[in-house]
């Protein structure tokens, strides 16, 4: 086989040159343009991928930092609780957020909770600098009812439907 020059060309024989050129710049310039805009969205997407990841982390650490200190503060509760000998439904009297609050808490709710002995007094909460030169009035005992089950007074008399009718009859109008 030998190569011999055709006098056909590929591209035809009404092939312009100058539009030819242009097309190929335009098409250029469109793939440059493409290029840049791609490159643009792909950043825009990993920031916000980025973005999504790092406050839904902080979120998961959030919610893990509240349920752990949540948990920690109930660990103090029961301890205060078993330690003073507390009933739990005084549970919500015990605040704070470290162990010696809820403790502290716990130790005047035990003392307030606690019935007295009966020949013993209360004491008399006095604020620091006051002299306690006057014993503390000496408050009335409550009364003591005197009922019985079942003896609540006189018994209701019986209803005579024709004593009524009667009287209604006999009333003057």
Do not use: C
Not at 36 to 45: G, P, V
Not at 47 to 58: F, M, R, V
Not at 79 to 90: G, N, P, V
Request: proline share 9%; net charge negative; no cysteine.
């Amino acid at each position: 086989m030998t190569d011999q020059p055709t006098d056909t060309k590929p591209w035809g024989d009404d092939f312009d040159e100058t539009k030819a050129w242009t097309l190929i710049q335009n098409l250029r310039a469109d793939k440059t343009r493409l290029t840049e805009s791609l490159a643009t969205e792909r950043q825009a997407r990993e920031t916000a991928e980025e973005a999504a990841k790092s406050s839904d982390t902080d979120g998961k650490i959030a919610a893990a930092e509240k349920r752990a200190t949540d948990a920690e503060r109930s660990l103090y509760v029961e301890r205060a609780l078993r330690k003073h000998s507390i009933d739990e439904d005084l549970v919500d009297f015990l605040t704070g957020d470290t162990e010696e609050e809820i403790l502290a808490r716990a130790e005047r709710l035990a003392k307030v909770s606690t019935p007295k002995a009966d020949g013993e007094k209360p004491a008399a909460d006095k604020p620091d600098g006051e002299e306690g030169d006057k014993p503390a009035p000496e408050l009335p005992e409550r009364p003591t009812p005197g009922l019985t089950p079942g003896h609540g007074g006189t018994p209701p008399e019986p209803f005579d439907a024709d004593a009524v009718v009667t009287s209604i009859r006999k009333s003057p109008r």
